[in-house]
C-alpha cells in the first residue's frame, strides 16, 4: 500500500511548467539577440562547438530534479505490516468547586484559579490516561466527558469560573454522584475521582455517598485548597473587587479551608487527602498515587507499519543536479556525429 504523507506539496509540480517557460523564453531571447550580434553563417563559424542538444538536456535534467524534490518532499511511504497498539491507563475525573467562596484569595490568585493550575499540571504529567471535568457548586454539572483529548480538557479547565452555576452552595455529594456515570465499565479497577475544594459543604450525606462510590471501586482523592485562616469572598465586577460578600448582620463572611470534611471523604473512598498550596508538592504526589493503580486496557488499534521512501528520491534529485553541473554545452563528439539535429556542416 502507498500512501503521502504531505500531499500539499504536490502543488510545487506546478514550478516544472514554469520552468518550461522561461526555457522557451529565453531561447527565443538568445535566439534573437544572435541574430542581431551575426548571422547563423557566423555564429556558426565562431561557435563550432557549440550544441544545440545539450541545453535541451539539461533542462530535463533540471526538471527531473525538481519532480524527485516534490516526491522527497511529499515523502512516499509503503508497507503492509499491521501493528496493535495498546492504550492502558486510568480513568481519572477531576471535580472542581466553582461555589463563590472560591473567589477567596487567602491563595493567590484566588482558589478557583489555583485549582485550575493543579489541574493543568497533572495533565501535563500524564501519559495513555482518559480525563474528564465535572463542575459544582450549588448543583453539579458535566463539563468533559471521559476522553485523552488532554488539549480539550484544558480548554474547558479554562473557561470555569464562579459565575457558570447560578444554585449556590458547595453540593460534594452530588459531584460525586454524577462522577459516578463517567466509568463505562463496571469491571474497572482503575476508576480515579480528584475533588478539589476549600471543603465548605451545604449538603450533608457526603460520607455515605463516598462509601457508595468506593462499593463501586472509586477512589477519591481530595485536594484542600485554602487556607486555616481563611479569607473573604469578593463581589467583582469586570474583574475589578467592588465590596465583599456580607452575612445578614452586615458582617463580613470570612470563608476557611475545611480540611476535615475533606479528608473524611478520602477516608471513607479508600483515598487520601492532599493539601493544595503547593502546586509542585501536588503533582508529585499525584503522580505517584496514579504509579501504584492497576491500569487498564481501554483501547487497541491497529495501525499499518509505514516506511518513508524519501531518501531515494532526494538521492536521485542530488544526483540530477550534479549532472547538470558538470554538464557542459560543448557538443560531444559522439553525439555530433549522429547529428541529430540534422545539422550539416557548412565551409
Not at 533540471?62 to 519532480?67: D, E, G, S, V
Not at 489541574?119 to 480525563?131: A, E, F, K, M, T
Amino acid at each position: 500500500m502507498l500512501v503521502f504523507e504531505e500531499e500539499i506539496y504536490f502543488w510545487l509540480f506546478l514550478v516544472i511548467p514554469v520552468v518550461l517557460l522561461l526555457f522557451i523564453f529565453l531561447l527565443f531571447w538568445k535566439r534573437k539577440a544572435r541574430k542581431s550580434f551575426a548571422s547563423d553563417e557566423l555564429l556558426q563559424k565562431l561557435a563550432p562547438n557549440k550544441s544545440n542538444f545539450k541545453p535541451i538536456l539539461k533542462l530535463i535534467l533540471i526538471c527531473l530534479a525538481l519532480t524527485c524534490l516534490v516526491v522527497a518532499l511529499v515523502n512516499p511511504k509503503m508497507g503492509t505490516t499491521m501493528e496493535t497498539v495498546k492504550r492502558e491507563g486510568v480513568d481519572i475525573v477531576f471535580a472542581i468547586d466553582v461555589s463563590k467562596s472560591m473567589d477567596a484569595e487567602d491563595i493567590a490568585p484566588s482558589r478557583l484559579e489555583k485549582s485550575k493550575q493543579l489541574v493543568r499540571q497533572i495533565l501535563g504529567g500524564l501519559g495513555s490516561d482518559r480525563v474528564g471535568i465535572i463542575a459544582y457548586a450549588g448543583s453539579a454539572f458535566p463539563q468533559l466527558p471521559i476522553t485523552t483529548d488532554y488539549a480539550a480538557a484544558k480548554m474547558f479547565l479554562q473557561a470555569l469560573n464562579t459565575d457558570m452555576i447560578s444554585s449556590q452552595g458547595t453540593a460534594i455529594s452530588d459531584a460525586i454522584d454524577l462522577a459516578t456515570t463517567y466509568y463505562d465499565d463496571d469491571n474497572q479497577t482503575n476508576r480515579v475521582l480528584f475533588i478539589i475544594s476549600d471543603g465548605e459543604d451545604h449538603e450533608g450525606n457526603v460520607e455515605s455517598i463516598a462509601d457508595e462510590a468506593a462499593k463501586k471501586g472509586i477512589r477519591i482523592y481530595t485536594i484542600g485548597v485554602g487556607t486555616e485562616k481563611g479569607g473573604p469572598i469578593p463581589i467583582k465586577r469586570n474583574g475589578v473587587v467592588q465590596n465583599y460578600k456580607k452575612d445578614q448582620n452586615g458582617e463580613t463572611v470570612i470563608t476557611k479551608l475545611d480540611s476535615k470534611t475533606l479528608k473524611e471523604i478520602a477516608s471513607e473512598a479508600n483515598g487520601e487527602y492532599i493539601e493544595g498550596n503547593v502546586t509542585a508538592n501536588v503533582t508529585e504526589t499525584v503522580q505517584d498515587l496514579l504509579k501504584n493503580i492497576e491500569k487498564t486496557e481501554f483501547e487497541a488499534k491497529q495501525f499499518a507499519d509505514y516506511q518513508s521512501h524519501f531518501q531515494w528520491f532526494l538521492a536521485l534529485c542530488f544526483i540530477f543536479l550534479f549532472l547538470d553541473v558538470f554538464l557542459l554545452e560543448r557538443s560531444t563528439a559522439w553525439i555530433k556525429k549522429l547529428n541529430l539535429f540534422n545539422e550539416t556542416k557548412k565551409d
